[in-house]
């Protein structure tokens, strides 16, 4: 079965500051996708980032990437320049590729971050 | 379309009693999935649908929950005899098979408190 562990309950950050959150993973699959998801107080779980393994590029979006290391079975995701909208958990997820079946999301336990104004 | 909708958004109910929930997925979503969230913890898979098929149920899910997907559009989750242990938020989301990343999309979820 596949685990998604972040080791990092709570994470602050000052304004302006790039933080990175940890994201480690199991599979023995060799095909698969890795998630961040931002899920600020009582709003509902956006999608922040993804990236497909196969990839080697690691993915960026605006203020966010992420630095993947798969043989390592790695997933961190930095916030740059962070702003006080960026105050919400963040779940580390990993989803096999099943495209006729189940695509159930592995969450993590999150990492809550908070921003220093 | 406004994304996927849960209702109730939050359930106060008393140990012994039956809850039901709904979820409004976007419409052209054919794949539906229930997560559970604890305190502290990340969502856990429950249930997933594939158009009005439940295609696999999580170990999870116990023989007093029961969810279906009529014709395939809204869901609906049922819990019965709620236990304390049951205090959780449960989340909805949906995506669509075939579409260019399957990304999945959450609900606010409904929050159930089990006195």
């Known amino acids: 079965a596949q685990t998604v562990t972040q080791s990092q309950p709570e994470m602050s950050v000052q304004e302006a500051e790039t933080v990175t959150l940890s994201c480690t993973y199991d599979?023995?699959?060799?095909?698969?996708?890795l998630f961040w998801y931002k899920q600020p107080p009582s709003r509902q779980m956006i999608l922040v980032i993804r990236?497909?393994?196969?990839?080697?590029q690691n993915a960026t979006e605006n203020r966010f990437s992420v630095n993947f290391q798969k043989a390592a079975k790695s997933f961190s995701l930095k916030i740059s320049d962070s702003q006080l909208g960026d105050a919400a958990m963040y779940f580390c997820?990993?989803?096999?590729?099943?495209?006729?079946?189940?695509?159930?999301?592995?969450f993590g336990t999150g990492t809550r971050l908070t921003i220093i104004p | 379309d406004t994304g996927v909708s849960q209702d109730p958004r939050h359930k106060i109910t008393k140990r012994g009693q039956n809850v039901t929930f709904r979820c409004d997925p976007i419409?052209?979503?054919?794949?539906l999935y229930w997560y559970r969230q604890t305190l502290g913890q990340g969502p856990e898979f429950l249930t997933y649908?594939?158009?009005?098929?439940?295609?696999?149920k999580s170990r999870l899910l116990s023989d007093r929950f029961s969810a279906e997907r009529p014709k395939g559009s809204f869901s609906t989750l049922e819990i019965q005899r709620t236990e304390q242990g049951d205090s959780a938020m449960y989340l909805c989301?949906?995506?669509?098979?075939?579409?260019?990343?399957?990304?999945?999309?959450f609900g606010p979820g409904t929050r159930l408190t089990v006195l």
């Open positions: 997820a990993y989803r096999r590729v099943h495209f006729f079946g189940n695509e159930k999301l592995t």
């Open positions: 990236q497909e393994a196969y990839k080697q």
């Open positions: 989301a949906s995506s669509q098979q075939g579409a260019s990343n399957n990304e999945q999309f």
């Open positions: 649908f594939q158009n009005e098929a439940q295609l696999e």
């Open positions: 599979t023995s699959e060799s095909d698969y996708y």
């Open positions: 419409s052209e979503h054919n794949r």
